[in-house]
């Protein structure tokens, strides 16, 4: 009935535009259902989408098309669906960006044996929708249209529908915005292997393996900083050389070397022009007149991000998103409740794996804290012991301090070497305040303590803080406990041009002490950057020589710009940018800040800190841009995946929702039901440290955690700061265990919340398939149960319920909800009238009982 409804309308002239693309996308989902449910008599066994990936392909057809009605073989398969499996059995790939105008595949393919799980191992609560009077109202329909408006502003922004680039990717020619929109939303999990480290287990911190050509892009959004020179006067960059020669450092390089731009790349130059945002142009456009990569400019980034937070604050969307929250909730504690013993027994037999063997990645972990405090308190006791007469610190008139000599000028001795003296346990004197927080880092509250063993600039070169990160590292690698990744986050502050080549030349060193020699890449970490919010500090540190916001975006990003395009000038850096996966955005989101203004970075010289939504605009500019011109090069990319959140104003999530593929903490989308409705329906990444929230801002009890875990959004466990927050040396783990008693979680859902880290992760696409299937791609119900060690019965609820959320969505903003309501409710009465006659007619004899006339 909703398939002829919305079919007969499709040519209507008077419909408005919107609402006809909308239409067309109902009707292609419906024909995506039709034909999913017509592949033999597993119809019950497919779901209607399997995440956000696969319910938007159909969205993704160029031109409206709507794939054709599949034809039937002989044996009731759909013959295009039957091509797809043969060329899987030839070795080809069942779908991928290339060929995304055939046909969509089913939800779940046809296992090779054509055993599919039992009928009554899978999930039967599915639908969320209440068909009485009353359920569907014109509130309810403009808080739709509101939904999928605010979900286009996602997509203009973080999906890149907004950037206009002329970039070609190498041979290619030029392509259009829609093309490299499109590639970036399939591309998103791809390789990001310009070099791709070898992941086995037991593999050293510095064995690297170089990554498959094919692979070697990647499109999520982020971005990196450095700098050199000062570009105000807007003078070009010399041209890009057409050959790059190999990296060469004094250093040992990892097995890997950045891949070189092609030979035929067009040379560019870039200009950081006065709006703090970096431009492309062709060599030969001497006169600057065609800026190949345009994005959104300041103005309409704000006056986007305004309409998104009156369309989040208005009535209607606060009711129906709290609405169908609630409903989410309320549908996985029924799915607890009726299938939690089949989940058991279904993850019981998945022999051969379990929670420790599953793989975990530490989405959320800063390096300077990444040790445990027995970690680092055993560590400086053995430098103290066997390195006393180094000397580590440089004082006045060149003169230079040991080891033994620091400990001795501050009064301290070997029995000063306790985790209570040392004093970096997080304790009730943070709560609330960051201030204190901060200065948990100092040991005994000494910053010459930090500067000597948890910096990578002082007088040691950084070499005690490389050896004891090798040592978090090694936990990793040796799979102690369970299988586990991570994700540290390394610093970059953009006080200086030259922080970039000093943490390149840190991370890619070959150190010869400690008991892991050799450099920082490591199998089992991937690097992130961390860019402190620090205007202030920048601006009273440049106090009197006119410096400008646009200073430090310089000192962040030209050497960016300088490495992806002259790789033979900075080959440091641009090894270094080879091994990021990402770029956070970190600090206090409770300090002051000024308002939200159109204005300039190269205006802005007054005290006050920048809008947090207008530094992480300007953050998000030149890496999206940054991430063009490389993924032109066929260089990887970068993903933004900023702190917000945690705590201070609430709309900071809706910049990042804008912005941004996932972020760390997120636990004040509780008090925002209209962000955490779209924050769910996208699956925007969530990577959540409740014993950090603990300790700082939100007590356990009051953490929102498990309900944004039940209600299905993208949720995962991270440790934060181990050094502050926990007691054992496995952090990762210890956060699962306090997380699985506290919230009362079951194996599945740790197992699910894992699977979530992998998800998120940054790590390449041939390491992802080992930990989640072949397939995992196309969504939760593709991952392979004996790898995730989640049921399948999880994993379809989870999909199902997706889906018909986002039809449901779409429905009401198209207009449909009362034919959809009218049919549900006589369907939905033959369903009750159906399971009436199946227990009458079990019956010879039905005795009297309490309202039987109701049967």
């Known amino acids: 009935t909703v398939h002829r409804a919305i079919e007969m309308e499709l040519n209507e002239d008077s419909i408005p535009e ?86 969509d595949p089913p939800a779940r393919e046809r296992p090779a044996d054509d055993n599919w799980p039992h009928r009554e191992s899978l999930s039967f609560t599915r639908s969320l929708i209440f068909y009485g009077s009353g359920s569907v109202t014109p509130e309810h329909e403009t808080a739709a249209k509101y939904i999928e408006e605010a979900r286009a502003l996602r997509k203009k922004y973080y999906g890149g529908r907004g950037v206009r680039c002329s970039l070609s990717l190498e041979n290619d020619g030029e392509k259009t915005n829609e093309e490299m929109t499109d590639e970036k939303e399939t591309a998103e999990e791809k390789k990001r292997a310009a070099c791709v480290v070898t992941f086995e287990e037991g593999t050293s911190a510095e064995s690297a393996k170089e990554g498959d050509d094919d692979d070697a892009t990647t499109a999520a959004t982020g971005k990196t900083n450095e700098g050199t020179e000062n570009p105000m006067d807007q003078k070009p960059i010399a041209s890009q050389q057409k050959q790059s020669s190999s990296a060469t ?133 053995d430098k103290l012991e066997n390195e006393g007469d180094t000397a580590v610190l440089e004082v006045e008139d060149g003169k230079t301090q040991t080891l033994r000599e620091v400990f001795r000028g501050a009064g301290l001795d070997s029995d000063h070497l306790t985790i209570d003296a040392f004093n970096v346990l997080a304790d009730y004197s943070v709560y609330q305040r960051f201030d204190n927080f901060n200065g948990k880092y100092s040991p005994f509250r000494m910053g010459q303590m930090r500067k000597i063993f948890l910096k990578t600039d002082n007088h040691i070169d950084g070499r ?72 202030r500090v920048y601006c009273k540190k440049g106090k009197g020589k006119g410096v400008s916001f646009q200073d430090m975006l310089e000192n962040l990003f030209i050497p960016l710009f300088e490495a992806t395009l002259r790789p033979e000038v900075h080959p440091e850096v641009a090894e270094l940018l080879s091994h990021i996966v990402g770029f956070d955005s970190v600090d206090d989101e409770g300090s002051l800040e000024a308002p939200l203004s159109c204005q300039l970075p190269s205006e802005w010289t007054q ?91 939100r007590k356990m009890h009051q953490n929102p955690f498990p309900k944004l875990f039940k209600r299905g959004l993208n949720v995962t466990l991270s440790t934060d700061d181990p050094l502050l927050f926990h007691m054992s040396d496995d952090a990762l783990l210890e956060e699962y265990s306090v997380a699985r008693a506290s919230f009362d979680l079951s194996m599945t859902d740790i197992s699910e919340i894992a699977r979530n880290s992998v998800y998120q992760s940054g790590f390449e696409t041939h390491l992802k398939e080992q930990w989640l299937g072949q397939h995992y791609k196309k969504g939760v119900t593709h991952c392979d149960e004996n790898k995730t060690h989640v049921p399948l019965i999880r994993a379809k609820f989870r999909a199902e319920h997706l889906a018909l959320e986002h039809l449901m969505v779409i429905l009401l903003a198209a207009g449909k ?39």
């Open 817 to 855: 909800g009362h034919a959809v309501l009218q049919e549900m409710m006589r369907q939905f009465g033959n369903a009750r009238n159906g399971q009436r006659n199946i227990l009458l007619s079990n019956m010879t004899e039905v005795p009297d009982f309490p309202e039987q006339n109701q049967l």
């Open 464 to 535: 005690y803080f490389a050896e004891l990160t090798k040592i978090v590292l090694a936990r990793h690698e040796q799979a102690k406990g369970h299988a586990s990744a991570a994700e540290m986050r390394l610093s970059i502050y953009g006080m200086e041009n030259d922080e970039w080549l000093k943490l390149a030349k840190w991370v890619l060193r070959d150190w010869e002490g400690g008991d892991f020699p050799g450099n920082m890449i490591s199998s089992h970490n991937r690097w992130l950057v961390q860019i402190p919010r620090l205007w």
């Open 249 to 381: 450092t004094t250093t040992k390089q990892p097995s890997s070397s950045p891949t070189p731009p092609p030979a035929t790349a067009t040379p560019l130059e870039y200009v950081f022009g006065l709006s703090g945002i970096v431009e492309i142009y062709h060599a030969s456009d001497f006169r600057r007149t065609a800026n190949l990569v345009s994005i959104p400019p300041l103005p309409t980034f704000v006056a986007d991000y305004t309409r998104l937070v009156e369309m989040i604050s208005s009535g209607a969307m606060r009711s129906f998103s709290f609405q169908r929250l609630q409903m989410l909730t309320s549908a996985f504690k029924m799915h607890v409740t009726v299938n939690g013993s089949a989940e058991d027994e279904a993850q019981s037999g998945l022999l051969g794996t379990d929670f420790y063997r599953t793989m975990k990645v530490d989405n959320h972990i800063h390096l300077a804290a990444a040790a445990s405090a027995k970690q680092f308190v055993n560590f400086v006791r």
């Open 607 to 697: 005290d006050d800190n920048p809008a947090y939504c207008w530094q992480l605009y300007h953050l998000w500019a030149n890496l999206e841009i940054l991430n063009r011109v490389r993924e032109s090069r066929g260089l990887n990319t970068f993903a933004f995946r900023p702190h917000a959140g945690e705590t201070g104003e609430t709309m900071h999530l809706a910049a990042t929702y804008m912005l941004c593929r996932s972020i760390n903490h997120g636990i004040n989308l509780d008090k925002q039901v209209s962000l955490q409705y779209l924050y769910y329906l996208d699956q925007v990444g969530l990577s959540i440290s409740p014993l950090s929230n603990n300790f700082l801002f």
């Open 18 to 103: 919107p609402i006809l693309r909308l239409r067309k996308t109902a009707l292609k989902m419906f024909d995506s259902y039709d034909h999913a449910g017509e592949n033999g008599s597993n119809n019950d066994n497919s779901s209607l989408s399997s995440s956000p990936s696969s319910s938007s392909s159909s969205r993704k057809r160029k031109n409206g098309e709507v794939a054709n009605p599949p034809k039937k073989s002989e044996n009731g398969d759909d013959e295009q669906v039957s091509k797809i499996l043969r060329k899987e059995e030839d070795g080809g790939a069942a779908h991928n960006a290339d060929n995304d105008h055939h046909v």
